[in-house]
Each structure stands twice: as structure tokens, then as C-alpha cells.
Nanobody, 124 residues
Framework: VQLQASGGGLVQPGGSLRLSCAASGFTLDYYSIAWFRQAPGKEREGVSCVSSRDVITHYVDSVKGRFTISRDNAKNTVYLQMNSLKPEDTALYYC??????????????????WGKGTLVTVSS
């Protein structure tokens, strides 16, 4: 069972990135998938989650209206489209699941599976 996040990079403020979370070894159709991030010197925090029924949860007010989470079950992949990026979005981004259908209260902790993160750097 593996989740692999990809798509990070260096982007200027106001730019966009799309992160991908590819699952292997299991079918993510039945599970919620969450993104969480950890910035240097800061606590890990949940970002967004999509449930098995496509119910969306955002855990950080600052990403509402800028980040969109979606899933493509045919590709066994979840995406995080990030627009209007800000320097404070700089962090290592991870995707994970606690193998439940609904989104967790705090995806920053308690995930059963998560992969290596992908680094997002927002800087001019």
C-alpha cells in the first residue's frame, strides 16, 4: 500500500501548482484522502480532504477559494489544485488516508498511510 505525492516545485507568489496523490496497492474509491502540510519550524496542519462521496473539507481558512481538491477514481489519484499561491503556503505537502470514508477532524495526525511529501516553495 502506497501513496505518492508529486507536483511540487518553486513558484512565484500568485502562481499555481497542481499536486497529485497516486495510490498503489489499494483502491482509493472507498476512502477519504487528505492533504496536510508542514512548513519549516511549524506544526503539521491539515489542508483539504475529499471523502469517498466527494464531500470536501478545508481545514485552513486561508486556502478556501484558492485550493481545490478532487479525485479521479479511474486513475486512483487525488489532486490538489493550488491557485494564487502565497509565501505562507511554502511547506512540504503530504497526502494520506485513515481508511475511513469520511474526512477526519484533523488529518495532520492519525493517518494510516501517507507517502513522502512534495515540496512547494512560493517565493519571488
Amino acid at each position: 500500500v502506497q501513496l505518492q505525492a508529486s507536483g511540487g516545485g518553486l513558484v512565484q507568489p500568485g502562481g499555481s501548482l497542481r499536486l497529485s496523490c497516486a495510490a498503489s496497492g489499494f483502491t482509493l474509491d472507498y476512502y477519504s484522502i487528505a492533504w496536510f502540510r508542514q512548513a519549516p519550524g511549524k506544526e503539521r496542519e491539515g489542508v483539504s480532504c475529499v471523502s469517498s462521496r466527494d464531500v470536501i473539507t478545508h481545514y485552513v481558512d486561508s486556502v478556501k477559494g484558492r485550493f481545490t481538491i478532487s479525485r479521479d477514481n479511474a486513475k486512483n489519484t487525488v489532486y490538489l489544485q493550488m491557485n494564487s499561491l502565497k509565501p505562507e503556503d511554502t511547506a512540504l505537502y503530504y497526502c494520506g488516508t485513515d481508511r475511513r470514508s469520511g474526512c477526519p477532524r484533523n488529518p495532520a495526525y492519525g493517518m494510516d498511510y501517507w507517502g513522502k511529501g512534495t515540496l512547494v516553495t512560493v517565493s519571488s
